[in-house]
């Protein structure tokens, strides 16, 4: 459960009503945000990755910011501490949604469950071997800014403790974290699928799935340009062209997540593209 | 949540497609650096104008603070650390420093008491102008308070987007980025580093029609 939370929502609590106009949150700031930590199997050894669950549980109407937040905000931060020994390529999260205020502002956002995934392996080196027969302890520090008309910055460190057996010993999955696992998937990126092509002129980036019923574009490089500078992000049909201001042209390469609408689902694919060298 | 991903991926896809609509002809080029800083006549706390235009006539580097008392980030500088005074005092010779509250009526910031208590309680050394119908906010591009500008002594863009490089609640950057463009003016040089994206809350502005 989070720590630091109550104590800097307090704090919070205790400022922002030092003014005439009292936001009556004390309580409320509390659990804004509930973070708990969760592993999908219940032991490591050598060689074996487990996958760590970072589960934020936002109160209804407040919303925290994905990589790029949009036109407002500040992005979820999720930072790993690792014995030595243990490895991971870094925290996966999911697809956001894409919040357009009555202002005109877009944001790129989470509201309710995030299920932000971490996959941690243990080596199989001397110094993963070398922790065989005891216990690591893993931990997570997140740091987010939950809006709903106010913001409220906090944070949580997280750790759990798993016991490190032989290599190829067998090591039970949790069941239920593991059908966290699972659901998270769905908003996870996949590799551009064959037959969506994607090409940035340097002015305009392009993409054509198709089959799509719909393509939703969430740019992350280059971060200057915001959203609502961008022109076209979200259409219906298969056709998109994202056209990027001129400062941008610049950086020659964009990055983001294309969100391609099918007639059953939704996938969300990773994009990065150069414009090609002159 | 499936049901609801697709629900709102609808919605948002014929939102978005009308937004596009409305958008293409409401939409100015976005304010770049180089260009002349917009011009405003903006109300201070006592209800006295202040002109850029006439700022501009004393040849001194102008900086922009866009501002929110209930913002977090706002209370990083002004309440947790005294970054903006500090700033301001120290170049107070050099620099002419106003901040503006583009907070609507109803809206988190909004008000003048409110911003006079914490004018007084942050010790703030400039003036705070009122922006509350958001024009001079949205002639700006201001998303985030604190969003900064500097404006060279000729009126122009020098520098835009956050104060420093740290976008926690609590720690200002080690790197101002502010600080850093009023000392590239000051020996004649444009700023290295003109352009960062701010962070902190959305100012508070009126919907759009």
């Known amino acids: 459960m989070t ?23 004390d309580e409320e700031a509390r659990d804004l945000v509930q973070a708990s930590l969760a592993s999908d199997h219940e032991a490591l050894s050598p060689g074996t990755t487990t996958t760590l669950v970072v589960r934020l549980q936002i109160k ?15 992005p979820t931060k999720v930072e790993l501490t690792l014995p030595k020994g243990l490895v991971s390529a870094g925290p996966r999260f999911p697809a956001p949604e894409r919040l357009e205020h009555e202002d005109g502002f877009i944001d790129f956002s989470y509201e309710g469950q995030v299920l ?31 809006c709903k008309e106010a913001c409220i910055p906090g944070q949580a460190e997280l ?9 190829g010993a067998k090591r039970e999955a949790k069941a239920p974290v593991v059908d966290q696992v699972r659901a998270a998937q769905a908003r996870l990126a996949t590799p551009l699928p064959k037959g969506v092509s994607a090409s940035f002129s340097g002015l305009e980036l392009r993409f054509e799935a198709p089959e799509a019923k719909g393509l939703t574009w969430f740019p992350l490089v280059p971060e200057a340009a915001g959203p609502a500078d961008l022109k076209a992000l979200v259409v219906k049909g298969p056709r998109l062209a994202v056209a990027y201001p001129s400062e941008v042209r610049q950086s020659k390469r964009v990055k983001g997540l294309l969100a391609i609408k099918g007639s059953k689902s939704t996938t969300y694919h990773w994009v990065e593209v150069s414009s090609p060298t002159p | 949540m499936r049901k609801f991903v697709s629900l709102a991926a609808v919605a948002l896809l014929a939102f978005g497609v009308t937004a596009l609509a409305g958008d293409e002809s409401k939409k100015k080029p976005a304010l770049k650096v180089g260009d002349a800083a917009p011009a405003f006549v903006l109300k201070n706390l006592e209800g006295k104008e202040v002109s850029l235009a006439k700022v501009l006539e004393q040849k001194k580097i102008v900086v922009l603070e866009w501002f929110n ?34 907070s609507a009526e109803g809206k988190q910031g909004f008000g003048v008491e409110l911003n006079k208590e914490s004018k007084k309680n942050w010790k703030i050394p400039y003036p705070i102008l009122l922006d509350s119908d958001g024009k ?5 591009g201001a998303r985030r308070t604190p969003h900064m500008y500097v404006i060279n002594a000729e009126g122009k863009l020098a520098y835009m987007g956050a104060i420093d490089n740290d976008n926690s609640a609590r720690t200002p950057g080690k790197v101002n980025y502010v600080e850093a463009a009023i000392q590239a003016l000051l020996s004649g040089k444009a700023p290295e580093t003109d352009k960062t994206k ?12």
């Open chain 1, 116 to 146: 932000i995934l971490v996959p941690v392996t243990l080596e199989d080196s001397p110094e993963g071997q070398a922790l065989v027969g005891g216990k690591v302890s893993l931990g997570v520090k997140a740091t987010w800014l939950v």
């Open chain 2, 136 to 140: 001079t906010g949205h002639a700006y």
């Open chain 1, 3 to 25: 720590r630091f939370a109550p104590l800097l929502a307090l704090l919070l609590g205790l400022l922002l009503s030092s003014g005439p106009q009292a936001f009556a949150q």
């Open chain 2, 69 to 102: 008392p209930g913002c977090p980030f706002v209370k990083k500088h002004h309440q947790h650390n005294s970054t903006m005074r500090d700033l301001a005092t120290k170049y107070k010779d050099k620099v002419v420093w106003l901040a503006i509250n583009s």
């Open chain 1, 60 to 74: 209804k109407d407040w919303h925290v910011y994905w990589l790029n937040p949009g036109d407002a905000g500040v």
């Open chain 1, 159 to 167: 750790a759990l403790s798993l016991p490190v057996l032989a290599k």
């Open chain 2, 198 to 209: 701010s962070y902190g809350c959305g100012v508070k502005y009126a919907p759009r029609n």
